[in-house]
């Protein structure tokens, strides 16, 4: 079972599109929307105890879907994802890949 985790600090302008892209994904490869979390961040403790590294970030069954950045410190702020496009939001790629891999396994 996946368990996947979109957490999110309010205000932020791009957790809205984040969470649809993993719908929507989720929704392709049968995954059912009930195994999608949305954790509101709302400090630094709170950035730190979950490993947070801005907002909007995704965790699939603990680990953050940005691999090259799982060894990053906790940011308790916006953040941009380094997938050839440096944007708010992860590609549908990246999100794909993630859920792929822990499927495969």
Known sequence: ?????????????HWREAFGLVQEVCKEKGIPESQ????EVRNEDEASRYGF?????IQINGTDIE???????????C???????NAGVPS????TDAIEEIMKK
Not at 1 to 6: E, G, K, S
Not at 36 to 39: A, E, F, G, S
Not at 53 to 57: A, D, E, H, K, T
């Open 53 to 57: 590294l801005g907002s909007p970030s």
């Open 36 to 39: 999608i979390r949305l954790v």
């Open 1 to 13: 079972m996946l368990n996947i985790t979109l957490l999110y600090f309010e205000g932020c302008p």
């Open 67 to 77: 691999k090259s950045r799982i060894n990053d410190r906790p940011l308790f702020g």
């Open 92 to 95: 549908r790629a990246m999100i």
């Open 79 to 85: 953040r941009i994802y380094r997938d050839n496009r």
